[in-house]
């Protein structure tokens, strides 16, 4: 089955005044629909990878065959990065943490300046996560471009998009006074369901 835009679970304007209701538009019916249209124009050229989930294409790119590999792992990274920063996001966020959640993260401040810091100090275009790795412990990384923290063995937990199109109708040029916006709108209650899946 060829990969599909995801449906979102709340509409261009439920995450005002945070993230604009134009630029949400955008990201999601141009930025996203683009990466799930190259994924799948990659893919035509071998059908039989569409038995494969996202997930299992980002995680084993040998399996993919040389001459769409950059494009798979571009435009597919785009398609997983972006479904899943939807669906951390939400209108009306549960911010508590669970007593449990909290003492993985430490000190929540401290996380939070270190996550900011990272993502506001991030050159060019790319993703700030706060991701597992395969021992269980949680790391802050960044990757480039649309690169994704499954195709290295990491489980995202969180993650931000510091794309310009991600805040740059609002924003401009200040990209910290998105990352701090975006804390808003994240839902805890989603953010510790990824920590307990799997």
Request: hydrophobic share 35%.
């Amino acid at each position: 089955m060829k990969h599909e835009l995801p449906k979102l679970e709340y509409s261009y304007d439920a995450l005002e005044p945070y993230i604009d209701a134009k630029t949400m538009e955008i990201h999601y019916t141009k930025h996203h629909q683009n990466y799930v249209n190259k994924l799948n124009e990659a893919l035509d050229k071998y059908p039989k990878l569409y038995e494969k989930s996202i997930e299992e294409l980002l995680m084993d790119l040998e399996v993919v065959p040389e001459d769409i590999r950059t494009t798979v792992k571009n435009n597919g990274g785009g398609h997983f990065n972006h479904t899943f920063f939807w669906s951390i996001m939400g209108p009306n966020p549960q911010m508590a943490l669970s007593e449990d959640f909290a003492q993985k993260l430490g000190d929540f401040n401290n996380f939070k300046t270190e996550f900011s810091n990272k993502a506001t100090a991030l050159f060019g275009s790319g993703w700030v996560w706060l991701a597992q790795n395969k021992d269980g412990k949680l790391d802050i990384i960044s990757t480039s471009n649309q690169d994704s923290p499954i195709s290295q063995n990491y489980k995202p937990i969180i993650g931000i998009d510091l794309w310009e199109h991600a805040y740059y109708l609002k924003y401009q040029n200040k990209r910290s006074e998105y990352i701090d916006a975006w804390w808003n709108v994240v839902d805890w209650k989603k953010v510790e369901k990824n920590m307990s899946e799997h």
